[in-house]
């Protein structure tokens, strides 16, 4: 039976009046690569923080490591790293600074050939004595991922690890956290990516309005819906009619995309157009999809993830 790294039992924390998480439950397991997926706002970053000990929770309990988070915060913070949403990475320090003090916040002291190692591993050698605020932004979120294996962690906490990154650089990201997963470390990330959630993580926990709705493999999660195919398409149609084809089980528009839920496209598609011949439009653009965890989120929340940002 795989050891359990993380353990969170019935959860619940509020600022002031406003609860933000509401009884949740999970675990994570030793080497998994563990996603929070939901929208901002859902309560992804609150339940991190009390993972980390910086929020004091209402009620419940988290163990990291099989130590008490609220009882032992300082020995259950040696066992993490941490990345967070909008890491403070004190400007005037340079690269090679930095790495140097955050290790010894946890009491880690690396040698300058040592720095030059673990900096060789995020490509960032060159720049170690390059200030932080001189870095782009892809740069930046490999020195914060740096520094947040400073003090070799068997646990690393990612809190939206390649918000605001443009593709490439948040592509170079994934291949440094596929790298900390293949040494045996344990990743638990946050994101509102359906794209990062399914590229990287083997487990995901969908969390909406401050608890987890579902928890499962992606796999699991979308054949355990058992849903349907997607058409899409560019056209104008009244959703009503479009509802009343046969075999589609929902329809909505995602901005200019028609997109038809439907267990046999082919059938379904038939219909399409000759609902759109009889109102004189013409149908582009036409593409099948399988379900993806979009349709999982928009199934067990009843509102599209894209919709929640």
């Not at 149609?237 to 901005?255: D, F, H, I, K, W």
């Not at 267990?263 to 109102?279: K, Q």
Request: proline share 3%; net charge negative.
């Amino acid at each position: 039976m795989s050891q359990t790294m993380i353990d969170v039992r019935n959860l619940t924390a509020a600022y002031g009046s406003l609860t933000a998480l509401n009884g949740v439950n999970l675990t994570v397991a030793k080497g998994e690569i563990f996603g929070l997926l939901g929208p901002n706002g859902a309560g992804k970053t609150t339940l991190l923080a009390n993972v980390e000990g910086l929020h004091k929770p209402k009620q419940g309990e988290v163990h990291v490591g099989g130590i008490s988070v609220q009882t032992d915060a300082a020995a259950a913070k040696r066992q993490l790293g941490i990345q967070l949403q909008k890491t403070a990475l004190l400007d005037d320090l340079t690269v090679a600074e930095l790495v140097e003090v955050y290790a010894a916040l946890y009491e880690v002291y690396l040698t300058s050939k040592e720095i030059d190692a673990l900096l060789a591993r995020f490509d960032l050698v060159e720049k170690r004595n390059t200030l932080a605020r001189r870095l782009s932004g892809g740069q930046q979120q490999r020195l914060a991922l740096a520094v947040a294996i400073a003090n070799d962690p068997q646990i690393v906490l990612l809190d939206e690890p390649t918000s605001a990154l443009d593709p490439h650089a948040r592509r170079a990201v994934w291949d440094v956290i596929r790298q900390l997963h293949d040494e045996g470390r344990t990743i638990v990330l946050t994101t509102h990516s359906m794209e990062e959630a399914e590229a990287l993580c083997g487990r995901i926990a969908i969390i909406d309005r401050g608890q987890i709705v579902a928890c499962d493999t992606p796999s699991a999660l979308i054949a355990n819906l058992q849903l349907n195919s997607m058409l899409k398409a560019t056209v104008e149609l009244p959703l009503e009619q479009v509802r009343t084809l046969p075999e589609v089980s929902n329809a909505r528009y995602t901005g200019q995309h028609l997109e038809v839920e439907t267990a046999r496209p082919e059938v379904t598609l038939t219909a399409l157009h000759e609902l759109a011949a009889r109102s004189g439009r013409s149908i582009r653009d036409v593409m099948l999809r399988q379900p993806n965890l979009e349709d999982v989120f928009l199934k067990l929340t009843g509102h599209a993830l894209a919709e929640s940002n």
